[in-house]
């Protein structure tokens, strides 16, 4: 009944329910750009870790105490948020992104103390990911609102 009288009204205002609207998409912006400084932040302290290659290890466990916080704290920040509908995939594929990391510094504190250069070169490649996961989520962003677009124009 409620779905069926959903999709009807969804139908007869003429937006496909996975495309987000342009407002969705500005709003979610917004919401991206509050978390821009911190992501800064972090990508900077990524950057001076993948800068050394790991061979200082005391410099790079201090990074790593000085980031982890950072990256804990935006992940539950981004978790707690509720995209706006047709962009639930995109953030979750931003959230996921802040995981890996986080799971990557893991694996390097992990790879320091027990010797396992695996362990140190998937974190490595985790922290490589996350700088790779931050663009492709901008051009997916881009792309919803190229499709709201052209949904919007062939109304």
């Not at 912006?29 to 800068?51: F, H, K, S, Y």
Request: glycine share 10%.
């Amino acid at each position: 009944g409620v779905a069926l009288l959903t999709g009807i009204v969804v139908m007869a205002c003429g937006s496909k329910p996975h495309v987000p609207t342009d407002g969705a998409i500005t709003a979610y912006l917004q919401e991206v750009d509050e978390w821009a400084p911190e992501e800064a932040e972090v990508g900077r302290g990524i950057r001076r870790v993948l800068e050394s290659r790991l061979v200082d290890e005391a410099e790079v466990r201090q990074q790593l105490s000085e980031l982890e916080p950072r990256i804990n704290a935006q992940i539950e920040r981004m978790a707690a948020y509720q995209p706006p509908a047709g962009l639930d995939n995109i953030h979750n594929a931003y959230v996921e992104a802040w995981r890996h990391l986080a799971g990557g510094c893991r694996d390097i504190e992990e790879g320091f103390d027990s010797g396992d250069q695996g362990l140190l070169a998937h974190g490595q490649q985790a922290l490589r990911d996350w700088q790779h996961a931050l663009p492709a989520v901008a051009e997916a962003i881009r792309d919803a609102r190229a499709a709201e677009s052209n949904w919007g124009s062939s109304k």
